[in-house]
């Protein structure tokens, strides 16, 4: 798989469907934005920390879950409505938190170790995602599943991951330089939804990944 080839792909997908996605997904991302800035207000910056990572939990299923589902039904060319996208986003939403906690405690703590650690985690988490959503796997079985279809895969997928996220985390180190210190809460809550909308961008392309590496485990 060309690292290249699958961000090209997902970037035409992306943009010939950005007004849909986000349709879909940018109304959750906003009022997960608004939540964390409400948080800030209220508890302050270090004590929210903790509920910004719960809140995150809520709302990140949501939005991607939606987006999970919509692109596998364009691929398949089933064209479903939007109400229908969230509601079934919504049924898979218990089981896709539950896998967004364990995921982001493992995550966690394998930066906490170091950050190699945590890379290594998040990207052997890659697909689990998609098992969950797509396949109804149990959230443990989800990510045992992605550590086994990740084997051998684990370079490209860091590649694309960093390629899209690496402009991202710049714009945000110059974008929070400028804010200062004690950032407006409009500007944040705008630079937050922008990341979090660009960021959906990974979610496609390693939504195409993983149709490639099924797709190769079937026929082995």
Not at 102 to 115: E, K, P, R
Not at 128 to 135: D, F, I, P, R
Not at 193 to 220: D, G, H, K, P
């Amino acid at each position: 798989m060309n690292p290249l080839e699958l961000l090209r792909a997902s970037w035409y997908f992306f943009s010939r469907n950005a007004g849909q996605i986000a349709l879909l997904c940018l109304p959750a991302i906003m009022i997960e934005a608004i939540s964390q800035q409400g948080l800030i207000a209220w508890l302050g910056p270090e004590k929210s920390q903790g509920a910004s990572i719960v809140v995150s939990m809520l709302f990140y299923p949501v939005y991607v879950g939606a987006l999970i589902i919509f692109v596998d039904s364009r691929s398949h060319r089933i064209r479903l409505k939007p109400r229908q996208v969230l509601e079934m986003a919504l049924a898979r939403w218990p089981a896709f938190a539950v896998l967004a906690a364990i995921s982001t405690l493992l995550i966690m703590v394998g930066a906490w170790m170091l950050i190699l650690p945590g890379l290594y985690v998040m990207i052997k988490l890659a697909f689990a995602e998609y098992l969950l959503v797509l396949e109804g796997r149990a959230p443990l079985d989800a990510i045992k599943e992605s550590f086994a279809l990740t084997n051998g895969h684990f370079w490209t997928i860091l590649v694309c991951v960093l390629m899209v996220m690496g402009p991202i985390w710049l714009v945000d180190w110059f974008a929070y330089r400028e804010l200062g210190q004690h950032p407006d809460p409009v500007g944040t809550v705008l630079l937050e939804t922008f990341n979090s909308f660009f960021q959906l961008f990974v979610s496609i392309a390693l939504y195409r990944m993983f149709t490639l590496v099924t797709e190769q485990a079937t026929e082995q």
